[in-house]
């Protein structure tokens, strides 16, 4: 991670992936009995391209980030790059600010609801898909079709499909007789249309990763499990879940970390309101930065900060629970 | 046997899925057909009852150039983003190197980065460069979209291969690029192909990068295209659903032939422990 | 040394570099910094993506540049993302020589230091209307000129009043605009739509109504802005407006004048040629204020500005490039292609002479006010998001016009 650059002479190569195995080579020998210290280099060079990756095209929107968010950025200074540090006055305005309640508890339903259904209906689908029929493959492909559409024209069609007045949803309502309902304009429905949108859109990615860990099991295990006759349902319970918790895991950690990220679905959907009522961190972040003709740089990456935050405690249970399994 | 009798149900209750999810799709489609005086309908109309082919013709007319600079930073993205990843889910699942749990910690923070940040920075920095609006300067930035993604998931898929193997390969004298060459990749095939897909997917359909990096240059890719209908105060929906019609089809036909090929490999029986 | 490890980190370092200059190499023949293609290459940036190369305003361009005696460089933004982009580029002194933008946009921009003023340029503005202008002022300062200008208006379906039983003559103000909207639900049709959605947008269509009732932007919860936002309010209340309003871009809002159903529709100049397409009879009327009389509506359009260079001796030729652009017969030829109306009364009168229909619209954007005006400037902004969303939160029934407002107005300040 301390290395930006690479240098390109290949006679330094050899010295290069030194550097990248970062640990002295010397002490990691004699200390670590259980990792010897070739192994050390091989995982390093194989991680070396990443490494580097990460290091040139992240660190510095980050810092970026960060660095917006403790100093007091105007329009001027913005351009003239002299804005004064604030330290965490930023942080204060936005925990002092009305919208920072609601948009709390919205963030958070927006995302355990979202993940929830995205998630068991991703895996019942897999599963479903999972079973060899006519046309499976086929079907299963056209499920990832809404992924190929830019968002701003899937958000579009659901808040065409969702208007009060001319959508396809409230009059197919009103054909089996019920009555309009003001989906994307009352503030007790906006939240509800978006969460809905938003799990149509996460669905084919949780299909998608489930089902090729589906794949990764060993048919045996179902033939024998069969042989000891076995109900779907407990085949389900004890093999298929289990065996899938490492992709699991990693399906709903990504799924949240996307999850707390969406704001395009919103904001074209909504725009976070009526009157605050579909805003969450993302959108508030986006609104605040760039939704405005007076962009308030400062607040915004603040609540954008708050977010990385967030996901950084998820990340950390993730680690733990991770361990743990690689312990037992 | 009732097994024939069974499939066939199976891909009836496919089918109706299929159609529920594919629903707005349908109605993207619809209003692509539909005449500026039927947009607000109401109540709309479920088949584009006087249909225009205007739309479409805009499109045909204008587009098709951004569809293969879409389709070209598509392809460039899966190739740099498994090259880069897929070595590196190696190292973290079976090499056990020191650090790594804090790297891949790193690539979940990275991934909370707001796009619109990714792209100041990336602008930046492309600007010292010369980068900008270039196709392989765009390739880069959409394939920080993929790869955090794809190093975790191809992390979690390898930590599933059976160490056994790796022992026997290394028994066979293979050193760690051999056993990743002939024994872990082919093995994490179906990581491979998931990884690809959403590569693919992500910079065929992203925006930010392209409009604040490619904006205005010689080559765009299709999400610019569709700006070209919506003007300040005005926006030509069926031109712009058009677009995103034509826009998915050969994506889709792609999508079908590699899942296609998953299913494939899959019956083959790659590679069973 | 362990050796064949040695040469197999060898090998991956070997494809790492490989990657890592793969990308760079075939990348660094393509220059496109705005600067880096030598003095005789000027950039434009415009908010106009739907002009292709070879349309009418990119080959204006390239002829203005050839006038000048330099290469024009044209650039076409989003509109939306066009500030973030003046700012980024400033940020990294890499602005365009022309930037052209949404006007109250300018104010932003002057302020962040960007943009230069028609003292520094020397770049006559003495022709335009001065209520145009005025958008492009701030501090007794002029950074730009207008390119052309659209404004709000009524047009109404003639079909549906004339089933209704209502004479247009008879709409003069709040009331009777009311009473005609009562009369054409009364016959089954649709009262009126507009826009209130949650930007700027929102904003620009309730403005005419928030000043038609006397209410100054300084003071969002004052009795005549209640009562503007009450009008809108009992019109959902009433069902004369659809509930989709608070939802509606301009574009939605036509698209349901459109169909036919609409008595009322609150759109801009821009709608011109689409309502030729409707296929019914329409007409234009002022939007009225509360008293009577004609409220003054917001100017749209953009602004040309020349953004600041670190090399101010560009200056003259990007002001020659500028004059050409709004030059008499120019503007002419961009504001018939861009359906708005010419900023200067010579250009406005020929306008006129080639196209009746246009009278009531040079009429509305004479009459109209620029939403930075007032010297507002850069507080504008931040009032019109507050207004913006008290116009959602009453419309959606979250809080009453009198406390949506309060709360707009404690905020803004």
Redesign the interface.
């Known amino acids: 991670m301390k290395q930006t650059t690479?240098p390109?002479d290949?006679r330094l190569?050899?010295r290069?992936?030194a550097a990248t195995a970062a640990p002295p080579p010397v002490r990691t020998a004699s200390r670590r009995r259980r990792r010897p210290r070739?192994r050390q280099?091989?995982a390093w060079?194989?991680l070396?391209?990443v490494t580097?990756y990460l290091a040139l095209f992240y660190a510095y929107p980050l810092y970026r980030n960060l660095d917006l968010s403790l100093r007091n950025y105007?329009?001027?200074s913005?351009?003239?790059?002299d804005a004064p540090f604030t330290g965490l006055a930023n942080y204060r305005k936005v925990f002092d600010d009305p919208t920072f309640g609601p948009a709390l508890t919205h963030t958070v339903v927006f995302t355990a609801v979202c993940l929830l259904f995205q998630y068991a209906i991703g895996l019942a689908l897999a599963v479903f898909f999972n079973q060899n029929f006519k046309l499976s493959a086929t079907l299963r492909a056209l499920f990832l079709v809404p992924w190929l559409l830019p968002l701003i024209v899937s958000a579009s069609t659901w808040?065409w499909m969702l208007?009060?007045?001319?959508g396809v949803v409230n009059s197919l309502l009103g054909a089996i007789g019920i009555g309009p309902v003001?989906w994307?304009?009352?503030?007790e429905w906006s939240l509800t249309s978006v969460i809905i949108a938003n799990i149509w859109i996460g669905v084919p990615f949780n299909l998608v990763v489930l089902y090729s860990g589906l794949q990764s099991i060993p048919t045996s295990l179902y033939e024998a499990a069969a042989l000891d006759g076995a109900s779907a349902w407990r085949r389900f319970w004890s093999i298929t879940f289990p065996l899938l918790r490492p992709v699991s895991a990693i399906t709903l950690l990504l799924g949240l970390v996307y999850t707390l990220k969406v704001f395009d679905i919103i904001w074209i959907m909504?725009?976070?309101?009526?009157?605050?009522?579909s805003t969450t961190f993302a959108t508030w972040s986006y609104r605040l930065g760039?939704?405005?003709?007076?962009?308030a740089f400062g607040p915004g990456a603040a609540v954008g900060n708050l977010l990385v935050v967030a996901a950084l405690v998820f990340g950390l249970v993730y680690l733990r629970v991770q361990r743990k399994q690689a312990l037992s | 046997m009732t097994g024939i009798s069974r499939t066939w149900w199976k891909t009836t209750t496919g089918l109706v899925l299929t159609a529920l999810m594919l629903f707005p799709v349908y109605w993207m489609i619809n209003v692509s057909f539909t005449r500026?005086?039927?947009?607000?309908?109401?109540p709309p109309a479920l088949f584009p009852v006087h249909g225009t082919l205007e739309g479409y013709r805009a499109v045909l007319d204008?587009q098709l150039p951004y569809l293969g600079t879409s389709l070209v930073i598509g392809l460039g993205t899966v190739l740099?983003t498994v090259?880069?990843a897929a070595?590196a889910g190696y190292a973290l699942a079976k090499l056990r190197p020191r650090g790594g749990g804090l790297l891949s910690f790193l690539f979940l923070v990275a991934q909370m980065i707001p796009g619109?940040i990714m792209a100041?920075g990336f602008?930046?920095i492309y600007?010292q460069?010369?980068?900008?609006?270039?196709?392989?300067?765009l390739?880069?930035a959409d394939s920080t979209l993929a790869v955090p993604f794809a190093v975790l998931i191809f992390t979690a898929f390898m930590s599933g291969v059976p160490g056994e193997l790796l022992q026997a390969a290394q028994m066979d004298g293979a050193?760690?690029?051999r056993t990743f060459r002939s024994v872990v990749l082919p093995m994490s095939r179906n990581a491979v192909v998931t990884v690809s897909l959403f590569a693919f997917l992500w910079s065929w359909s992203d925006f930010v990068f392209a409009?604040?990096l490619a904006?205005?240059?010689a080559h765009e890719p299709i999400t610019?295209g569709i700006?070209?209908?919506?003007?300040?105060?005005?926006?030509e929906?069926n031109a712009i659903m058009a677009t995103a019609v034509v826009a998915s089809l050969p994506a889709a036909v792609i999508l079908v032939l590699a899942q296609r090929y998953v299913a494939a490999g899959v019956t083959a029986g790659a590679v069973k422990d | 040394m362990?050796r064949?490890?040695?040469r197999?980190?060898?090998?991956?370092?070997?494809?790492?570099?490989a990657?890592?200059?793969g990308?760079?190499a075939?990348?660094?023949g393509?220059?496109?910094?705005a600067k880096?293609e030598g003095s005789s290459t000027y950039t434009i940036?415009d908010?106009?993506?739907?002009f292709?190369k070879d349309s009418a305003w990119a080959k204006l361009l390239d002829g203005c540049g050839t006038k000048a005696g330099v290469k024009v460089k044209?650039?076409?933004?989003?509109?939306s993302?066009l500030?973030?982009?003046a700012?980024?580029a400033?940020?990294?002194n890499?602005s365009p020589d022309v930037l052209i933008v949404?006007n109250?946009?300018v104010s932003?921009?002057a302020?962040?230091?960007?943009l230069t003023t028609t003292d520094d340029t020397k770049l006559d503005t003495s022709t335009v209307d001065p209520n145009l202008l005025a958008a492009g002022q701030s501090g007794g300062k002029t950074y730009g000129t207008p390119i052309g200008a659209?404004t709000l208006a009524l047009y109404y379906n003639k079909d549906v009043l004339k089933k209704a039983g209502v004479d247009v003559a008879s709409v003069k103000d709040w009331k009777s605009l009311t009473a005609a909207l009562a009369k054409v639900k009364k016959a089954g049709k649709k009262g009126i739509t507009f826009s209130a959605?949650?930007?700027?947008e929102g904003s620009f269509q309730f403005l005419p109504w928030f000043w038609g009732s006397g209410a100054k932007l300084t003071e969002l919860d004052s009795a005549q802005g209640v009562s503007a936002l009450k009008l809108w309010t009992d019109w959902l209340k009433k069902d004369y407006a659809?509930?989709?309003v608070?939802?509606n871009?301009?574009?939605?809002s036509?698209?349901?004048f459109?169909?036919?159903?609409y008595a009322f529709a609150e759109n801009?100049t821009?709608?011109l040629a689409?309502a030729e397409?409707?296929?019914f009879d329409y007409g234009v009327l002022p939007i009225p204020a509360a008293g009577g009389g004609n409220a003054a509506a917001p100017t749209?359009g953009?602004f040309v500005t020349m953004p600041v260079q670190g090399d101010t001796g560009r200056y003259a030729t990007t002001q020659k490039l500028v004059s050409c652009l709004t030059s008499t017969d120019n503007l002419y030829a961009t504001d018939t292609t861009l359906s708005y109306v010419a900023p200067t009364a010579a250009v406005q009168d020929k306008q006129v002479a080639s196209d009746a229909k246009l009278k009531p619209w040079v009429e509305a954007v004479k009459a109209a006010k620029g939403r930075t005006s007032d010297d507002l400037g850069?507080k504008?902004?931040?009032i019109?998001?507050q207004m913006w969303?008290a116009v959602?939160?009453a419309?959606?029934?979250?809080?009453s016009p009198k406390d949506a407002l309060a709360s707009a107005q404690a905020a803004a300040k």
């Not at chain 1, 994307?184 to 503030?187: A, E, G």
């Not at chain 1, 760039?290 to 962009?295: D, I, K, M, V």
């Not at chain 2, 700006?227 to 926006?235: A, F, P, T, V």
């Not at chain 3, 302020?111 to 960007?114: K, R």
Request: hydrophobic content about 30%; charged content about 15%.
């Open positions: 690479h390109p290949p190569l050899d290069a992936g070739s280099w091989a060079a194989f070396a391209p580097l105007t329009v001027r913005f351009v003239q790059g808040s208007n009060s007045d001319s003001n994307l304009t009352s503030p909504t725009k976070g309101g009526p009157a605050d009522s760039f939704g405005n003709l007076l962009p | 500026d005086q039927d947009m607000r309908k109401s204008q740099l090259a880069l070595p619109i100041m602008y930046a600007l460069l010369g980068l900008l609006q270039s196709v392989p300067g390739i880069v050193g760690p690029l409009s604040t904006g205005g240059g610019l700006y070209h209908y919506i003007g300040n105060n005005n926006q929906w | 362990n064949p490890t040695g197999r980190i060898t090998a991956a370092a070997l494809t790492v570099i990657v890592a200059t990308t760079t075939c990348s660094s393509g220059s496109t910094s880096d940036w908010p106009y993506p739907q292709a044209r650039t076409a933004f989003d509109t993302d500030t973030n982009k700012l980024l400033a940020q990294q890499n949404d109250p946009v932003t921009l302020e962040a230091g960007v659209n959605i949650g930007t700027e659809p509930n989709s608070i939802n871009t301009q574009t939605t036509w698209q349901e459109a169909s036919g159903d801009g821009w709608q689409n397409k409707a296929g749209g953009e850069t504008y902004p931040k019109s998001e969303k959602q939160t419309l959606s029934g979250a809080k």
